[in-house]
């Protein structure tokens, strides 16, 4: 069965300076991963996917992130944060499991904070 | 479209006693999911759905129940409420398995 390691539980960062959020997952023939953004007293949101194709996926709000296979990472960047990015990220990978169902498996979270 | 709505958005339980979480989308997507949310644990998949009439367990099932008589419905049972279930309640669907949509939540307290 597939995991989600979340390298990080918490960053701080200030406002307009670069992120890069951290996800390792276990390795498997084939994957499909995603990002999803929680914001506070809210549902998830899907940021992104990597389903296959370019390694780099971008996203909503100017994320983007990059599938490394031989890393088994998927890690979440922005170039320039704001206060409104104030949230929590969860990364999440496929898990055919059994019958051949896809079903997401999510990490632990990382909650980013943006100072001013 | 109003998406996915879930019914209540707060709860109180005395332990012992039994309710059901109401989700409910306009999206006519055939996939649909209960996770629970607990700190610092990410969330956990209940039960899922992947049509009227079909229903399996995910990773965390015990205590729960599910039914799914229409597309747009997908209630979660809990028949006697213990402690260990008090945690946010998220229900989401999704068209196929790739982006799932979320409800915005029910907090439940099991006192």
């Known amino acids: 069965a597939q995991s989600v390691t979340q390298l990080d539980s918490q960053v701080p960062v200030f406002e307009e300076a670069p992120v890069e959020l951290r996800c390792n997952y276990s390795s498997s023939v084939s994957v499909y991963l995603f990002w999803y953004v929680q914001y506070p007293n809210q549902g998830l949101q899907l940021l992104l996917k990597?389903?296959?194709?370019?390694?780099l996926v971008k996203g909503i709000n100017g994320f983007e992130a990059e599938f490394n296979k031989s890393q088994t990472s998927f890690h979440l960047r922005k170039p320039s944060v704001h206060i409104s990015d104030t949230a929590e990220y969860f990364c999440?990978?496929?898990?055919?499991?059994?019958?051949?169902?896809?079903?997401?498996?999510f990490g632990a979270g990382t909650r980013l904070a943006v100072h001013p | 479209n109003a998406g996915v709505t879930q019914t209540p958005k707060f709860r109180i339980l005395k332990i012992g006693q039994s309710m059901t979480l109401q989700c409910t989308q306009d999206?006519?997507?055939?996939?649909m999911y209960w996770y629970r949310q607990d700190p610092g644990m990410g969330l956990k998949l209940i039960y899922y759905?992947?049509?009227?009439?079909?229903?399996d367990k995910g990773e965390v099932p015990n205590g729960y129940n599910v039914s799914r008589s229409t597309t747009e419905d997908f209630p979660l049972r809990l028949e006697l409420a213990a402690p260990s279930q008090t945690s946010v309640y998220f229900c989401a669907s999704s068209y196929s398995w790739e982006a799932q949509y979320f409800g915005p939540g029910t907090r439940l307290l099991v006192l």
């Open positions: 759905s992947v049509g009227a009439g079909i229903t």
């Open positions: 990597y389903l296959s194709g370019s390694t």
């Open positions: 999206m006519n997507h055939n996939y």
């Open positions: 999440a990978v496929s898990d055919s499991g059994t019958g051949g169902y896809n079903k997401l498996i």
